[in-house]
Nanobody
Framework: QVRLVESGGGLVQAGGSLRLSCAPSGRTFSSYLMGWFRQAPGKEREFVAAVSWDGRNTIYAESIEGRFTLSRDNGASTLYLQMNSLEPEDTAIYYC????????????????WGQGTQVTVSS
């Protein structure tokens, strides 16, 4: 069964950093657009960042731009989200996702999802 596996979440104080990782299990996603979404309690899932299959193009949500950096290593089949200057508002479950499209921030364009990893930022 094809799935994405996230890791790297945890509890951190405001101003701290975390790095999330996402690795596929069961197939390669080297030709796919990869992205991160997050869902806070009581809120809808929202776009965080996405990177094209070759790593050349990235898009970020305004709320995290300048603080988060997305990258991918196709050789290692791993997607990374470096999160710096974390704020309590970043607290959410973070989901890795894959899409066959070129570049998109739309949740409906992603057809493969991980189970999520919890990120909690204390004030």
């Amino acid at each position: 069964q094809v799935r994405l596996v996230e890791s790297g979440g945890g509890l951190v104080q405001a101003g701290g950093s975390l790095r999330l990782s996402c690795a596929p299990s069961g197939r390669t996603f080297s030709s796919y657009l990869m992205g991160w979404f997050r869902q806070a309690p009581g809120k809808e899932r929202e776009f965080v960042a996405a990177v094209s299959w070759d790593g050349r193009n990235t898009i970020y949500a305004e709320s995290i731009e300048g603080r988060f950096t997305l990258s991918r290593d196709n050789g290692a089949s791993t997607l990374y989200l470096q999160m710096n200057s974390l704020e309590p508002e970043d607290t959410a479950i973070y989901y890795c996702a894959a899409s066959p499209l070129t570049l998109s921030s739309s949740l409906s364009d992603y057809d493969t999802w991980g189970q999520g990893t919890q990120v909690t930022v204390s004030s």
